[in-house]
Structures are given as C-alpha cells and as structure tokens.
C-alpha cells in the first residue's frame, strides 16, 4: 500500500495496538497477582453465559485470523515462507472464498442446531471467515485486485472498525447481562 494509503490507517492502528497492548499489560499484572491464574482464566470463561462465550470467541478468532491472513499475504509478496498464492487452473483464489465458506458454513450449523452449548464454538469458524472476508472488502468492492494498491487501504478501515464494533458488542452484551442479573423482572399486568 502506498505510504499516503497507510497515512490513514497508520494512526488508527497505533492507538489500537498501543489500547490493546496497555489492557493486555494491565490485565496480566493484574492475574500474576492470583495463585493460579490459568483456573481463574478458566472459571471466568466457563462462568460467562452462551451468549458472552460466542462473542468473545467470535472477537478472538475475527482479530487474530486478520492479523495471520495480513502477515501470509505480506509473506506471499515478498516471496518468503512456506506460503504461496492458490490457484485453480489460471484462476487466482482470493482468501475471502474459504471466509464464505467459513462463515456461511458456522452460521448455517448455528441456526440448524439451535444449542447454546455449540454457538460459543461455532463462533470461532463464523469471526474467522468473517476477517478473511472484511480483509478482502476493497477487492470485493472494487471488484479489481487493488490489495497492495491505495484502494486497499479501505480492507484495513473495514477491519478496524469491525474490530471496534466487536469489541463494543462484547462489552454491551456484558454489560446486559449484569444487568439483567441486579434488576429483576417487573411484574406487570400481563406477567403473573
């Protein structure tokens, strides 16, 4: 991407990662604290409800398979690593196929099992699929391969603000969550 693309983005970026960085350091003086950390991780994953498991499942694996996707591409141009780019016959495969794949797959399990036992799981697959696609959003938009032009800075945009409203759903759903916990049902005229 060309230096006036990333001019954009750059910033939006630092202040993401140095965000992250701090609530991540943060929170990890905060556990050294606790004799077992790994069993409070543990206790606090598995005593959150379906609903906050699959968000948070959904936030981890959407950041993290951006992060990987843009270090294999980044590899794939350079021509370094064990990566290189998928082809069918003289046709290029752009990695937002196995996104849809991905996404259109869990989603689909997700509406025919119904079980809040699997959607936290099913989540993984879904934010997945869900960054390879929003990685390519230049691409499917322009309908052109403009990933390393300055058209494809938009990809990172997207991501970056999908990113920030994940991370605001994650919070909200906590934080209804909480609450329906402290505020109980009225009973009104028509619940007795």
Do not use: C, K
Not at 146 to 153: A, C, N, R, S, T
């Amino acid at each position: 991407m060309p230096r006036r693309g990333w001019r954009r983005t750059r910033p939006l970026a630092l202040a993401a990662g140095a965000a992250t960085a701090a609530l991540v350091a943060a929170e990890a003086v905060h556990l050294a604290r606790r004799r077992d950390p790994a069993a409070v991780l543990r206790a606090g994953y598995r005593s959150g409800s379906a609903d906050e498991t699959a968000m948070l499942n959904l936030f981890l694996a959407f950041g993290a398979t951006f992060g990987v996707a843009r270090a294999v591409t980044h590899s794939i141009r350079r021509g370094a690593g064990p990566f290189r780019n998928v082809r069918i016959g003289r046709r290029h495969i752009h990695h937002f196929v196995p996104g849809i794949v991905l996404t259109l797959g869990s989603g689909g399990a997700s509406i025919a099992l119904r079980s809040t036992a699997v959607d936290p799981w099913l989540a993984l697959p879904f934010g997945a699929g869900a960054a390879l696609i929003i990685d390519e959003t230049a691409l499917l938009l322009e309908l052109e391969d403009v990933y390393w032009h300055e058209q494809g800075g938009l990809s990172v945009d997207a991501a970056l603000g999908a990113t920030s409203l994940l991370a605001v759903l994650t919070l909200v759903v906590r934080l209804i969550r909480r609450g329906e916990a402290l505020v109980p049902e009225a009973a009104g005229p028509d619940r007795a």
